[in-house]
């Protein structure tokens, strides 16, 4: 078996799981070599089922096991049923991914010979295999495709495959990659060990408390069995170490009140300094994520992992944490000393002591289920409100706010009935526990009093031992908590860690090459992208000289957007490559790269701070003349002067007192300011009307200038000075060329620009449906041609 | 009723041929309302997901035309309805779920709570990471620990 290292290497077969090689030795034939597999997951009835299909330099082998035999990730006994094809040139592999389920049908000569099927997670696999076969047939070997950088990869601890970091779970066998939330909350520790000494110092200050608060009832035993029973009993004592025993007392509650003081600090200084350090590392690692680890998040939840986890992390260790290891110290010291003032008593006394521990912890989690349904009837509310005051113009436009109320009223309820139900049980529960803990106490009490009776005990150590008892089952209350406390901590970890462990999928290259001053020349190298399963773009080709402008047209869905995103590397291509000046801009440093790329958005997103601030965010070194320089071309120098405090004027959260066609304006001054050689204008006059365009148009065609430009609009009549437009279809550039020329074919482009021209002149909405009809029809047939 | 034939090539691909002679290959019909109603409102589309045909119901369709568009359905739709919970998933994200289903024992990965949903007061639906549906349609024929499992995530 060849050694395998923890890289992912060019060799598709190195990550192969090792049952699947085991299961290869017996059948292999001398010198054939393996290339590629693929293990589905379901049978021909969609039943799940453990299967293989493994590609050789000779054949193609399948493997079908019987349902239900799959055991930690491999099938388990014979396989049910065994194939094998030769490799020929006829020899075809098609994948059909639809929804959640995925078809991968082998054709000999165009006829249907064999069909696999498999669930989402294993669509990967598939798309390797037939990618591996085409591969093989056409070039003789089967080669990953060549990528600048590979993120580190780790291995399924399950069926032993190798997959990208980031993943959930193991894109083979399905195992759940995620580490429990339990090693999070140790990992914590890690985080923590700069304040290391801190943390001791913190420690042996809570020792140090927690004992001189046994001291009190410990000088209060002599001073009943000494003094004060012999006085009530009328014999004659000593009094002057009445004195001292009450000085002890008073000098016990100072230390304990000194000690407490400075342990509280000490936890609190080092925890809060955790959790910042957290907090900062999770920023920090969220900004250098890639683009995609955002798209599919919420906003909400990623806010919320910053900053409420972290703060219930740091809460958790200075105060938890703390309680914690005081009330395990204070049960230790306490058991020691009664031992040595009665031991058989001591016995006696913390007999019950685990059974009714037990059971206070049984009833905390009770109460815990029933706090936990409370807080989901709560969400509810939340999510209302969160759903109705942000879309409050659609509530009232369809003049809805009675059923809004309605539906406010009844998570209401609900909240009412659960808090209700909750509080029934938590009112009985927490009256349980005291009894509980009483009952502990009035154990002491039993045996004790027998034994004064008996007058084998005094009264004094009677006390004592009630005294220690009781602060003994009164942290039992608090110990019970621990355990949810505990959980909620390590759920919180485990978010926190959740962000800190994704690797940008966009990588940074290992020998970057510095982009310098760009020149501009773009190419597009047969270029894919998946995102997911999902095809987006397929087989891109197109070289863009410096300077040109393209106009990039196209139904929404057709991937404009998408290249876009790869252009400015929010996303990697998945298959070819992008050229600029030649280089791969995969082997550029991120960073770099995009200072040269200019991006004018649709919705123009403006920071709070100063309008200065905003147009200077790309370079904030930029002198005030650069700014209004910047400004004066993009035509926003005059509005910005009719502003109360010019240059100097708040721009209130996303921009809400300046108008859309101002924001614009802003943001392609913005855009100016970093002389980007590529600028990309993402449909940046679609949200303004006409008269604001025309304003929005001159500042572009100042910003344009000399920059390789790549433009998105609807509007075409925006792209009538782009020196080719590009007109995209599903993924696929269907049109390239001038726009004279474009119309003169006559075919995809020229209907576009009929149908707005339609839309202009406003001609008869059912005229406009005919020549739409014609439009699909003629798509229609084009589909047939190429399917 | 609808005109329109319904075959499948050696492919085994679904061939609609239109009433005008039209032939479109490939085509896959689609539920519209996959779970509240999957009988009715079914709509027949091509490759690239234009509708050509739209059935109000099932029964609008002869027997052998019927019998093709239920085996397409069967084959494109994968829904598993859970049994049974195995295990008992943390409430930490992401989840770990180990179901028996309606099609066999499989483990899959919730990403958060949101993803479990009611859809009606005992139906719920699942969706993993991967964008598996997976249904319960009445919670009350699930065992206890299942049950409870669900209220959890509810």
């Known amino acids: 078996m060849p050694e395998r290292s923890l890289t992912e290497s060019a060799d598709t077969w190195a990550a192969c799981p090792d049952w699947v090689r085991s299961l290869l030795a017996e059948t292999l034939a001398p010198g054939e070599t393996p290339l590629t597999w693929f293990e589905p997951d379901l049978d021909c009835r969609l039943h799940y089922a453990p299967a293989v299909v493994v590609l050789t330099d000779r054949r193609l082998l399948s493997y079908q096991w019987p349902g239900g035999t799959r055991q930690n990730g491999r099938p388990a006994g014979e396989p049910e049923s065994r194939h094998a094809w030769t490799l020929s040139p006829q020899l075809e592999l098609v994948q059909r991914d639809n929804t959640g389920v995925g078809k991968l049908e082998l054709f000999l000569a165009g006829e249907l010979i064999s069909t696999w099927r498999y669930t989402a997670a294993r669509a990967a696999g598939a798309r390797r295999l037939s990618d591996g076969l085409s591969a093989f047939q056409r070039y003789g070997k089967v080669g990953a495709s060549p990528v600048a950088v590979r993120p580190a990869s780790l291995e399924c601890a399950t069926c032993g495959a190798r997959f990208r970091v980031g993943e959930v779970s193991c894109p083979e066998c399905g195992a759940s990659i995620a580490k429990s939330p339990m090693m999070s909350l140790l990992r914590l520790f890690t985080v923590a060990r700069k304040y290391l000494w801190m943390g001791l110092l913190g420690f042996a200050l809570t020792l140090a408390s927690t004992a001189s608060g046994l001291i009190p009832p410990y000088l209060t035993m002599p001073l009943m069995d000494d003094i004060l029973v012999p006085v009530q009993g009328g014999n004659i004592v000593d009094l002057s170490m009445v004195k001292w025993y009450l000085l002890g007392l008073a000098g ?139 879309g409050i113009r659609v509530v009232k436009a369809f003049a809805q706010e009675e059923r ?143 300077g040109e ?214 001609r008869l909405a059912d005229e406009e449906e005919d020549d739409l009809e014609a439009a699909d029809e003629e798509d229609v047939d084009g589909a047939e041609k190429t399917s | 009723m609808a005109i329109f034939t319904l075959k499948t090539d050696a492919r085994r691909r679904l061939i609609l041929t239109a009433e005008d002679g039209q032939e479109y290959v490939d085509v896959a019909p689609v539920r519209a309302f996959p779970l509240s109603d999957p009988l009715h409102a079914i709509s027949i589309c091509d490759a690239e997901g234009r509708e050509l045909v739209y059935l109000d119901s099932l029964d609008e369709l002869n027997a052998d035309q019927r019998a093709l568009v239920e085996e397409e359905l069967a084959q494109r739709e994968f829904v598993p309805v859970i049994l049974r919970i195995v295990n008992t998933p943390a409430l930490t994200e992401p989840s770990s779920w180990r179901v028996e289903t309606d099609r066999g024992h499989t483990t899959f990965e919730v990403e958060s709570e949101d993803s479990v949903h009611r859809r009606a007061p005992r139906q719920v639906s699942i969706v993993d990471v991967r964008g598996i549906r997976y249904l319960i349609p009445d919670t009350r024929t699930l065992d206890l620990h299942s049950r409870r499992v669900l209220e959890r995530f509810l």
């Open chain 1, 252 to 390: 016990a509650s100072v230390l304990a009140w000194g000690l407490t003081w400075a342990q509280m600090f000490v936890m609190s200084w080092v925890s809060e300094r955790v959790s910042a350090d957290l907090r900062i590392k999770t920023y920090t690692h969220l900004q250098q994520l890639s683009l995609e680890y955002f798209g599919g998040k919420r906003t909400g939840d990623l806010i919320s992992r910053v900053s409420s986890d972290t703060d219930r992390i740091c809460y958790f260790l200075s105060v938890y944490v703390l309680d914690f290891l005081t009330d395990i110290l204070l049960i230790v010291m306490t058991a020691a000393i009664m031992l040595s003032i009665d031991w058989e008593l001591a016995l006696v006394t913390l007999f019950p002591l685990p059974f009714i521990a037990y059971l206070v912890f049984r009833v905390q989690d009770r109460m815990g289920h029933g706090f936990s349904l409370g807080n989901r009837a709560w969400a509810e509310i939340t999510t209302i409100l969160a759903d109705t005051i942000p």
């Open chain 1, 549 to 762: 402008m393209i106009g990039l047209v196209g139904q929404s869905g057709a991937g404009k957007t998408s290249l876009i995103n790869l252009l400015c590397r929010f996303y990697d291509v998945s298959d070819g490559a992008i050229l600029v000046d030649g280089t791969d801009i995969r082997r550029f440093p991120i960073g770099e790269y995009r200072r040269c790329v200019g991006l004018v958005l649709q919705e123009p997103f403006l920071f709070y701070g100063t309008i200065a601030e905003n147009i200077a965010y790309g370079r904030a070194g930029a002198s005030r003349a650069e700014i209004i320089a910047a400004a004066r071309a993009a035509r926003a120098h005059e509005f910005i002067l009719r502003l109360p405090n010019g240059y100097d004027s708040l721009v209130g959260e996303r921009g809400q007192f300046l108008s859309g066609g101002e924001r614009q304006r802003v943001s392609i001054a913005r855009a100016l300011l970093i002389d980007p050689r590529i600028l990309i204008l993402d449909e940046a006059t679609s949200s303004v009307d006409t008269e604001t365009e025309r304003e929005i148009q001159i500042a572009l065609s100042n910003l344009i200038k000399g920059r390789t430009t790549i433009a998105i609009a609807h509007r075409l009549s925006t792209l009538q000075q782009a020196n080719r437009i590009v007109v995209m279809e599903r993924g696929e550039i269907v049109e390239v060329g001038p726009h004279a020329e474009l119309l003169e074919r006559g075919e995809a482009y020229a209907r576009l620009y009929r149908a707005q021209l339609d839309m202009q002149s406003g």
């Open chain 1, 404 to 546: 809004e109320i309605k539906r406010f009223k009844k998570a209401n309820d609900r909240v009412l009935n659960t808090n209700d139900r909750v509080n029934k049980i938590w009112s009985f529960f927490n009256a349980v526990v005291v009894l509980l803990t009483d009952l502990g106490v009035l154990v002491v009490w039993l045996f004790g009093v027998y034994r004064v009776f008996h007058h084998s005990i005094l009264v004094g150590v009677l006390t004592t031992f009630v005294a220690y008892i009781s602060r003994f089952y009164a942290r039992l209350d608090s110990m019970s908590r621990m355990v949810s406390a505990t959980q909620r901590a390590a759920a919180s970890a485990q978010r926190v860690f959740g962000i800190l462990d994704r690797v940008p999928k966009v990588a940074e290259a290992t020998n970057p090459v510095h982009p310098g001053r760009l020149e501009g020349r773009i190419s597009i190298q047969n270029v894919s992208f998946r995102y997911g399963t999902r095809p987006i773009l397929k087989n891109l080709d197109l070289a863009i000289e410096p």
